[in-house]
């Protein structure tokens, strides 16, 4: 991204500061009704009102007008799956089931590097559509995906984490590893990806039932190699999957206790699902500092149960929200947002939008550890920007008529908006969608 030639966004522009404390924290954000955005070399160099930036722009710097849309920072998916694109939308029963069913079959192809570059620029293509800059993915177990993976993000410019999936049973013979053979791939794949360019590796066992004692003892040793890295894992999304976990490994206090006598746990743990937390687990994700991940599409679509957000939170846990494509069933933030407001409606925890919008980009950043680098649109930040009409459909353009606040626009790209609602998606300063998604 080196020597990009400066260029202004104008637009209304959004960012956030911290986590709002309701509708009335104005302090919690910064909205500018004729904003901009100057970027250069991958980075936003000012934000402010479009007549202040555009007067301390170098003479020539193109304006890109994008009124009177909304300009806020790339969404952040914090848990998907890459090699779930083309299982997305199967019928199923519960997780275990579906697993067997339609997951193992569909990363046994991931053998095959070809393969796995073509559904990477796929998978790409449908996280820019929608407006989402950075991803959290689990790879298959193969090499070849994680290479599939990181070789199309480093393409296209954008930050992406992700790691080959560690599995040593309950698996297909041909997809599972062995707990040398994961920390061997694993360690290799690392010193090549991690920290090149935009890239970060995400240590990846894929929960408890697939992985034997010696393989998540293989995945601690990397942890403490690698402490700057992440680790991804799943916990209690479903009660035959809790049950299966504690038959494996029956000394343990609890499911999270699993991962705690491993060392896996951490402030850069990113744990899915968190639906059936006990009393202790929760105190020991907060000694830890480890991060509950909510899958709202894909904890109703698979009937796993309802994420408690308030109780989370209120235990001192950081929370992230993201699609888990495929079980999830769509890529787009802004659905995946409207079915958590929804889980969340049936338990009397009412999201407001400012929320919500906080989530998908500061909120995640700051789950990530990279509210330094993304999630938020102040100066010195990767310019990774999302651009939303909220009257992009008939249907959303009749109710834009009647709305007159922020937080009811906000609401209404919510509950209605989706591909449709994304403009354009910038990465590090570039144009993605509308070059690389031409009709």
Known sequence: MANQKPIILRGRTLTFHAAPNGPEDITAFSYEEDGALLLSD??????GPFAEVQSGAPDGTEIVDHRPHLLLPGFIDTHIHFPQA???ASWADQLLDWLNDYTFPAELRFADKAHADRIANGFYDALIAHGTTTAVAYCSSHPNSVDAYFEEAERRGMMMLGGKTMMDRNAPEALCDTAQGSYDDSKALLAKWHERGRARYVITPRFAITSTPE???????????NPDCHLQTHI???????????????????YLGVYESFDLLGPKTLLGH???????????????????????????FLGSGLFDKSGIESA??????????GGGTNYSMLRTLDEGYKILQLQRQ??????SFYWATLGNAKALSLADRIGTLDAGSDADVVVLNAGATQTMALRMETVETLSEELFLLQTLGDD??????YVAGNRQKSVRLKP
């Open 350 to 355: 009412r999201m407001h939008p400012l929320t």
């Open 215 to 225: 393989q998540l003892d293989a995945a601690g040793s990397l942890l403490r190699e």
């Open 274 to 300: 968190c639906i059936h937390m006990t009393g202790h687990e929760l105190q020991v994700m907060r000694e830890t500092g480890a991060v509950a991940v909510f899958c709202p599409t894909s904890n109703l």
């Open 236 to 254: 209690n999304e479903n009660h035959n999957e809790i049950a299966f976990t504690r038959e494996l490994y029956p000394d343990a206090a609890h």
């Open 86 to 88: 083309q299982v997305i």
């Open 420 to 425: 449709r609602a994304v403009v354009e998606t």
């Open 316 to 325: 001192g846990i950081r929370t992230a929200i993201a699609t888990d494509v």
């Open 42 to 47: 991958g980075k936003i160099k000012v934000r």
